[in-house]
C-alpha cells in the first residue's frame, strides 16, 4: 500500500539516450510533482500538475517532457540524456497546491538515474 | 543570494543533548514553512510544518520569525535515530504552490 510510487528505482544508461520514469500515487491527490536533488543534494522542483493540468514549468531543458495521463500518474520522459542529468529524480503529490490548507507533499522513494 | 538558506553542519550532537538550527528566507511573501527530515539515499519526509504561534511535535519544536525572516527547529533529548538531513521548505503567496528548499542540515547524533 505504498502511497506515492516510482519506476525504476535506479536508471543507468549512456548519454544520447532516451527513458522515461514512471510516477503513481494512490492517495486520491489533485497534485503531483516532480522534483530533481542533484550531487550536492539541493532539491529543486520541475514541474507540477494539478488535475493533469500543468501549473509549474520551472526552467527545466525541453528534452524534459511530463505527461498526466490522469490524476495518479505523473510521468516524466527525458530526451537526450547529458551526464549533467545525473540525479535523483522524486516524484511527489499533495491533495492541493501548496500553501493551502492540505498541502502537505508525500515523496515517492526517488529514482537515482546515472547517465554515463 | 538563494531564496532559502541552511547552515550545511554537520551538527555533532551528544545523544541525549539538544540541537537547535535555522533556516532564513529572503521572500517577504513567503506563507507556509515546512521541516523535511531526509535520511541518507532515502526522500524527504514532512517532519512538522511551522505556524506563526509556534509549535511542538513531541521533542521537536518548530518557530517562526516573520520579522527576521526564519524559521527554526530545536530537537531536545537527542536519540541516534535523529541523525539525519533537516530540510526546511517554504511556499510563497501566487507560486501555484511551488516549495522552495534549503540545500538541508545535517544532524549527526553520536552515543
Known amino acids: 500500500d505504498t502511497a506515492v510510487s516510482q519506476t525504476p528505482k535506479y536508471l543507468v544508461t549512456q548519454m544520447g539516450n532516451d527513458k522515461s520514469i514512471k510516477c503513481e500515487q494512490n492517495?486520491?491527490?489533485?497534485?503531483m510533482y516532480w522534483y530533481k536533488q542533484d550531487s550536492k543534494k539541493f532539491l529543486k522542483i520541475m514541474f507540477s500538475?494539478?488535475?493533469?493540468?500543468?501549473?509549474i514549468n520551472e526552467t527545466v531543458p525541453n528534452r524534459f517532457s511530463p505527461k498526466s495521463p490522469d490524476k495518479a500518474h505523473l510521468n516524466l520522459h527525458i530526451n537526450s540524456l547529458e551526464l549533467g542529468d545525473s540525479a535523483v529524480y522524486f516524484c511527489?503529490?499533495?491533495?492541493?497546491?501548496?500553501?493551502?490548507?492540505?498541502?502537505?507533499?508525500?515523496f515517492g522513494p526517488g529514482t537515482r538515474l546515472t547517465v554515463l | 543570494r538563494k531564496e532559502v538558506e541552511q547552515d550545511p553542519g554537520p551538527f555533532n550532537v551528544p545523544e541525549g543533548a539538544t540541537v537547535a538550527f535555522n533556516c532564513t528566507y529572503s521572500?517577504?511573501?513567503?506563507?507556509?514553512f515546512f521541516w523535511y527530515r531526509q535520511d541518507c539515499r532515502k526522500e524527504p519526509k514532512l517532519l512538522m510544518s511551522?505556524?506563526?504561534s509556534g509549535n511542538e511535535d513531541g521533542r521537536f519544536t518548530a518557530q517562526l520569525n516573520r520579522a527576521s525572516q526564519y524559521i527554526s527547529l530545536l530537537i531536545r533529548d537527542s536519540k541516534l535515530s535523529d541523525s539525519a538531513t533537516y530540510l526546511c521548505?517554504?511556499?510563497?503567496?501566487?507560486?501555484?504552490?511551488?516549495?522552495?528548499f534549503g540545500a538541508g542540515t545535517q544532524v549527526v547524533v553520536t552515543p
Open positions: 511527489a503529490s499533495s491533495q492541493a497546491l501548496s500553501g493551502g490548507g492540505e498541502d502537505t507533499q508525500y
Open positions: 492517495l486520491g491527490h489533485d497534485t
Open positions: 500538475y494539478n488535475n493533469k493540468e500543468l501549473i
Open positions: 521572500n517577504s511573501a513567503s506563507q507556509s
Open positions: 511551522v505556524y506563526s
Open positions: 521548505a517554504v511556499v510563497t503567496t501566487d507560486s501555484w504552490g511551488k516549495l522552495q
